[in-house]
């Protein structure tokens, strides 16, 4: 499986925008992008996916560099609430692998 | 919709007896996910199936360990015998086209003693 590279933590201020960043520099074409986050003591719940095109919906923005060998999931407002360990995984059939992720931790 | 559904959401056991998860998956979906989480190695995919066919059952981690899921609404996880090893968060996870949007149930703390 190709592998992905996430900063351990993070730290933002409640209301600013987050940049979330992840490295794949062995992606290859069929690999989807998929990011996923993980609230305490709760299971992952999925955040957004993409291919090649920047992608948005409610939650977050994804955006897919030229070469797709990184990508940056943005939080446009952090909330507390949005205090979590997000997880950036790739695939390439039916199954996600979950790595280590970000650990965002959000200050009032 | 009351999305995937896992039971007991807490289990403590001795060690050397048998454990039974079960987990309700998202009516309509055809993939149904078992996956272990702990401090040590985050979160491990154990199996996964298919309309009800184990597909990958590579991450299951010993022969102590088995998943059924005998009808599209239903499946389990035995332990048998358990050790205090298999201490984790267990995860069931179902969806619609594979990879694409996984919904994650609330997951079962298995302790044992």
């Known amino acids: 499986d190709a592998k992905t590279t996430q900063p351990n933590s993070m730290e933002s201020n409640e209301e600013e925008p987050v940049h979330l960043p992840c490295n794949h520099s062995t992606i290859s074409g069929t690999d989807y992008i998929h990011w996923y986050r993980q609230l305490p003591s709760q299971g992952p719940e999925y955040v957004i996916h993409?291919?090649?095109s920047n992608v948005n919906n409610r939650m977050a923005s994804l955006a897919i560099a030229e070469d797709r060998k990184s990508s940056t999931l943005i939080l446009h407002r952090a909330t507390l609430r949005d205090a979590a360990v997000y997880y950036c995984i790739l695939d390439a059939g039916n199954m996600l692998t979950f790595g280590g992720g970000t650990r965002l931790m959000v200050k009032p | 919709d009351a999305g995937v559904i896992q039971s007991p959401r807490h289990e403590v056991t001795e060690m050397g007896q048998e454990v039974t998860l079960r987990c309700k998956p998202i009516s309509g979906h055809d993939y149904l996910f078992w996956y272990r989480q702990t401090m040590m190695r985050g979160l491990e995919l154990l199996i996964y199936?298919?309309?009800?066919?184990?597909?990958?059952d590579s991450g299951m981690p010993e022969d102590r360990f088995s998943a059924k899921m005998p009808n599209a609404s239903f499946s389990t996880l035995k332990i048998q015998p358990s050790e205090p090893r298999d201490s984790a968060v267990y995860f069931c996870?179902?969806?619609?086209?594979?990879?694409?949007?996984?919904?994650f149930g609330s997951g079962t703390r298995l302790t044992v003693v």
């Open positions: 199936f298919n309309n009800n066919v184990p597909i990958d």
């Open positions: 993409g291919l090649t």
């Open positions: 996870a179902s969806s619609l086209t594979g990879a694409h949007g996984y919904t």
